[in-house]
């Protein structure tokens, strides 16, 4: 989808040996002398990449036990998440392995695992098809459940992943960073651009305002809501909110004035020493005025509370590139609490971003309350261990046993809905509410199968069926990406489209309530495996009615036109991942998507995640003929996706790496010049995977409506975790999705092109390192953005540091002690032989990850 889920760890094999003791498997051990769940440790490795010479990886899970009464040789389950092919060794293997669902398996001891005594260990190696980059690909989750009580789990505390001691897999080094940093330019703060992202006209007059608590914001009627948020953002900075007044108030003021013919986004915005002066024609204008006044602000306003800030005098005519400026946030994979959401719209805000997309629900989460349907939220909003999911679904991702883990469960009320609506419309966002169909919608599929079983048990047939997502009599056989067997819904149902009907309702119910916009409701559609629906009796009653529909394939357009048709009843348009407007074609046994030509005119959007392999031309294929098209590009834009090609460095890597400079060097209309590095990184030295693909036609360059960057959380466990993925990359995508076309995008290849971009990355980058990034330390309430990996080498038997945001310290060490922000500051090369260890380190203290170089024996050492 939007997210392969390829794991590596495949094919595992189990050879053991301990270093305890060996018991007789016919000891007994009383449940009160058994070890506690505390007292188990795990501990998880990689011994070995192309283990035996294949693309394999050998590792190795420790058990230790830690207490004072043994761990029994039966009579237990460890309950983890992998891949399903996570499979002992064939022969005397020790344990079994089977798969539950999902990525969520059972390893349970054979007659050959022995009893571990107390400070006993046991070590069992696999075999992992594959290679593994970064922890994201380790086995997780694990918790016991013993066998004389099986509804209850005991989370394992007690599990560390250790890191591999040796660069088997080509992880970026320090000297790769130094290289990748070295073109960038140390810009003196006062010659950057103040205001961000980069506005279409902008100049400095020299000619500064003195802003106070006293200076009131005097706007026009139609500006009132503008004015009252920027009123509430400059009492955090002088600890006292300015007066908003209406247009008449004379003297020295921040004005916000109606001005005719400017564009729905557009803005002007003049500082001299008189006055401030926001021009827009709409409100939405005047807000985006107000935003630039913000980022023209100095970061260090927001320190401590300000008698006076010195405002630029600068004279600024802007307005966005794209109108669809869009943000992805997954909350049914892992949860993300409602303090949170608003925190994120803050932020989108600021940088003008205006399309809010919310992925609520998934295989593995529904995540918003439907009045009348409480099994939802109830049943698909919790998660925990359960032997038949009626009360809630199995874990996923590592949530572990506990029903009330904050990640693994969790929704929005209605009420707290209506105020995420609220608030992203008080600040000119649109909420594409996503609800996933057919596929990945397991959470919905379990909850209607609970309600139909509760209403079954009441003697309500027909409104037990009423809601149904499934066919209970289908026997149709398929794995899922992410190796679901049961989370696709029955698209021959009439209760199916009863459902969505009334979720949708609802939902239209809150953004009335909310006075929010709505157009469009996001219906999905991706990642539909191959055997659905085949062997389903109210399928095959369907298709013998139904002469257009030839095979299975056909369900598909037969589903979003019923879809498209019930939207447009409700004055909206379909909205969908990229599959929703293709049709599949099978030539000569080889399967090949097309686009659809069925929704073509129906203002149909999709949004284009697939630009890997054969599909790199896929957005311009749907834009050409005539669907409008979101560039979400993998490649570019997927925020979970991690930074480096590092053991160390958190996120997925199925679509290859996303730095910072990724979305800032995408082309919009001409992407593929954008492909600089395959998925492993690697430089693109040739443009022959492009030979016959499909450029986008100046005509079809209306049908590409924006830009959206998707945060999917299959990883994401913490509020810091997300803000770490996200920042500062989001900015990237800000400046492309708002600033005009930069001069280098039109012929990137040339040598005026190569130099202009240098210029322009080093203007980012120290706009980000010395403006945005200090901001970001307090705006609502702080934000725990990436600090960048020091790059470093020896240069004639010198150490030598760069950072990739100027305005970064570097300090570092070479006692072998991890550096400070009382460390010695990096300002040349460093003579001293033996460790040296660096980090870079912000205005407010935090730090990068540790770069190690061994300076004196011609080695460079990991970060």
Known sequence: MKYLFIFFLNIFSVCSSHTAPKQTQAQEVRVADRIEPNNLSLTWGVLEEKYLGKNQTLSVLTFKNEGKAPMPASGWSLYFHSTPSFKPKEGNAEVKVESING????????????????????????????????ESRAPRGFYLVWDDNKTKGYTLENYAIIKPAMNQIGWVEPKDIYAQNSSIKDIPAEKLTKIFPSPAQYKETGQAFTLTAAIPVVADNAFQKEAALLAVYLETIFGQKPAVKATGTMGKAIRLQKKAGLGPEAYELTVSPQEIVISATTPAGAFYGTQSLKTLLPASALAKKQTSVAVAGVQVKDAPRFGHRAFMLDVARNFHQKKEVLKLLDLMALYKLNVFHFHLNDDEGWR??????????????RRGHSLDEKNFLQPSYGSGPDVENVTGSGFYTRADFIEILKYARDRHIKVIPEVETPGHARAAIKSMDARYDRLMKEGKKAEAEQ??????????????????????????????????????????????????????????????????????????????????????????????????????????????????????VRTNGRLSYVANPDFVKDNVHVDVWNNLGSNIDLAYRMANAGYKVVLTNVSHFYMDLAYQKAYDENGLYWGGYLDVDKPFYFIPFD????????????????????????????????????????????????????EYMLLPKLLGLAERAWAPDPAWATKPTSTQSK?????????????????????????????????????????????????????????????????????????????????????????????????????????????
């Open 103 to 134: 990525d969520f398996l059972r390893m349970s001891p054979t007659s050959n695992f022995k009893q571990l005594a107390p400070g006993a260990t046991a070590k069992i190696e696999f075999v992992a098809a594959g290679q593994i980059v970064n």
């Open 368 to 381: 918003i309350e439907i009045p009348g349907l409480p099994e939802l939220t109830q049943v698909g909003g």
């Open 467 to 584: 809601y149904m997502l499934r066919d209970v009599n289908d026997k149709s056989v398929y794995r899922s990406v992410q190796y679901f067997n049961d989370n696709v819904i029955n698209v021959a149902l009439p209760s199916t489209y009863t459902f969505l009907e009334k979720v949708t309702d609802e939902l239209l119910s809150m953004y009335k309530e909310a006075g929010a916009p709505i157009q469009t409701i996001h219906f999905g559609g991706d990642e539909v495996p191959n055997g659905v629906w085949e062997k389903s009796p109210v399928v095959q009653e369907l298709m013998a009615k139904n002469a257009d529909l030839k095979n299975v394939d056909d369900l598909w357009y037969y589903f979003f036109g019923k879809l498209n048709t019930m939207l447009k009843k409700r004055n909206l348009y379909l909205s969908g991942w990229e599959e929703v407007g293709l049709r599949k």
């Open 671 to 722: 992407y593929m010049q954008s492909m600089r590095v395959n998925e492993d990184n690697k430089p693109i030295t040739s443009n022959a995977a492009y030979a016959g693909k499909e450029q986008l036609k100046p005509s079809a360059r209306t049908n590409i409506v924006g830009l959206q960057a998707p945060l999917w959380s299959e990883m994401i466990l913490s509020p810091e975790r997300l």
């Open 755 to 863: 130099a202009a971009y240098v210029q322009d990355w080093s203007e980012f980058v120290n706009v980000l390192g010395k403006r945005e990034l200090p901001r970001l330390n307090y705006y609502a309430g702080g934000f725990s953005y990436r600090i960048p990996t020091v790059g470093a080498t020896t240069q004639n038997g010198k150490v030598v540091a760069n950072a990739q945001l100027p305005g970064m310290t570097i300090r570092y060490t070479t006692d072998e002690t991890v550096p400070t922000v009382k460390s010695k500051v990096y300002s040349g090369p460093i003579s001293e032989k033996g460790t040296v260890k660096l980090a870079a380190f912000d205005v407010a203290g935090r730090s990068s990850r540790i770069t190690t170089v061994e300076n004196g024996q011609g080695n460079l050492g990991g970060e």
